[in-house]
T-cell receptor, first 116, second 115 residues
Framework: DQQVKQNSPSLSVQEGRISILNCDYTNSMFDYFLWYKKYPAEGPTFLISISSIKDKNEDGRFTVFLNKSAKHLSLHIVPSQPGDSAVYFCAASEAGKTRGSEKLVFGKGMKLTVNP | EAQVTQNPRYLITVTGKKLTVTCSQNMNHEYMSWYRQDPGLGLRQIYYSMNVEVTDKGDVPEGYKVSRKEKRNFPLILESPSPNQTSLYFC??????????????FGPGTRLTVT
């Protein structure tokens, strides 16, 4: 049973417009969420995260929104740039014995293409 | 430069021939982990380690072994590889900068093909 779901396998947007990537989760014990970006032939790189005590976290062009009641989070990229074209993974964890030691559960990923 | 390194980056081997994929991090992170990525399945955790000599199974540990004798190294061992272990493998290490903030850093990946 998949606990973190990225239901859309791909998204294509025009440069300068907003990209919205969605993620749903089923485990109500998840309290920390992360987004990773992955280019071909490279490892995933951390993008942005959000704790369950917040509903929004912003870092430059990237904003993550968390709706705990709906068990849904989204990543907004504004404005989108061609260099943002990559596979994006949503990941979640529940509090472990020590923060930073929890197991991450990943979604299947979504391919974003930003067209010039 | 802070990084996670893996070797080899590419490996083609035959069924049953023991192999080791090395992983090393230079950030003094306590927590390290191995994942495999397969088409349509995302990243799945194989094993993780919370510190030296402390390891535990992830979601898909069958056919794999790990060891953590030093903080910086976390090798993945396939004693008798089989074709269903053909995959892209990632090592990761993580740290926490507070109760509500942590990140996992990933290595560049090792593409393993078992024939």
């Amino acid at each position: 049973d998949q606990q973190v779901k990225q239901n859309s396998p791909s998204l294509s947007v025009q440069e300068g417009r907003i990209s919205i990537l969605n993620c749903d989760y089923t485990n109500s014990m998840f309290d920390y969420f992360l987004w990773y970006k992955k280019y071909p032939a490279e490892g995933p790189t951390f993008l942005i995260s959000i704790s369950s005590i917040k509903d929004k976290n912003e870092d430059g062009r990237f904003t993550v929104f968390l709706n705990k009641s709906a068990k849904h989070l989204s990543l907004h990229i504004v404005p989108s740039q061609p260099g943002d074209s990559a596979v994006y993974f949503c990941a979640a964890s529940e509090a472990g014995k020590t923060r930073g030691s929890e197991k991450l559960v990943f979604g299947k990923g979504m391919k974003l293409t930003v067209n010039p | 430069e802070a990084q996670v390194t893996q070797n080899p980056r590419y490996l083609i081997t035959v069924t049953g021939k023991k192999l080791t994929v090395t992983c090393s991090q230079n950030m003094n992170h306590e927590y390290m982990s191995w994942y495999r990525q397969d088409p349509g399945l995302g990243l799945r955790q194989i094993y993780y380690s919370m510190n030296v000599e402390v390891t535990d199974k992830g979601d898909v540990p069958e056919g794999y072994k790990v060891s953590r004798k030093e903080k910086r190294n976390f090798p993945l061992i396939l004693e008798s590889p089989s074709p269903n272990q053909t995959s892209l493998y990632f090592c990761a290490s993580s740290f926490s900068s507070g109760e509500y903030s942590y990140e996992q850093y990933f290595g560049p990946g090792t593409r393993l093909t078992v024939t």
